[in-house]
């Protein structure tokens, strides 16, 4: 697996969930140094169950805590207003880690730095995580009440 200098992954990273790990875990694989975007409480007022989602500080406090666990230490956190973050800023980022699901994301990363005159990223896709109940573990099911974070369903 090729390594990189600089990558960059983003996220709201609601109910720190299995598909949230995995996505990390190949964010720190990958690159030597991480940079993780985090939406803003202000840029996820349009999501499903949005009054719902944990404030910034919250899931700011759990990625500290899932990246002590790991030893994970060479970091940055930036929270984000927009899906581009601070991604056609940063010269010298090599890669992007999405999701299958995010990957058109990926796409826009990149045609804002085109845009401003910068190299294109990478793109390194990990798969989805499946929940026992057949679909993609997601933070929308689990703010739903229908999955926990190891896709377990809930009892009603």
């Keep these: 697996m ?10 709201t990273f609601d109910r720190l969930h299995l598909g949230h790990k995995a996505l990390l875990r190949k964010a720190f694989e990958v690159g030597k140094y991480v940079y993780i975007g985090v939406t803003s409480d202000e ?15 919250v899931r700011l406090r759990d990625l500290l805590k899932f990246f002590e666990v790991n030893e994970y230490k060479d970091y940055r956190i930036i929270k984000i207003n927009t899906a581009i973050g601070f991604t056609d800023k940063i010269r ?3 890669a992007i880690i999405v999701s299958e699901e995010t990957y058109k994301g990926a796409l826009l990363v ?10 294109p990223l990478e793109i390194v896709t990990i798969k989805l995580i499946k929940s026992k109940l057949g679909g993609k573990i997601s933070s929308s099911l689990i703010r739903a009440g229908l999955i926990d974070p190891f896709g377990n369903p809930r009892r009603r």
Aim: proline fraction near 5%; hydrophobic fraction near 30%; charged fraction near 40%.
């Design 2 to 11: 090729k390594r990189y200098k600089k990558v960059v992954v983003g996220g």
């Design 43 to 57: 840029m996820i007022k349009t999501k499903p169950y949005a009054e719902k989602i944990l404030p910034y500080e």
């Design 92 to 94: 010298d980022l090599e």
């Design 110 to 119: 990149n045609r804002a730095r085109m845009e401003k005159g910068l190299r």
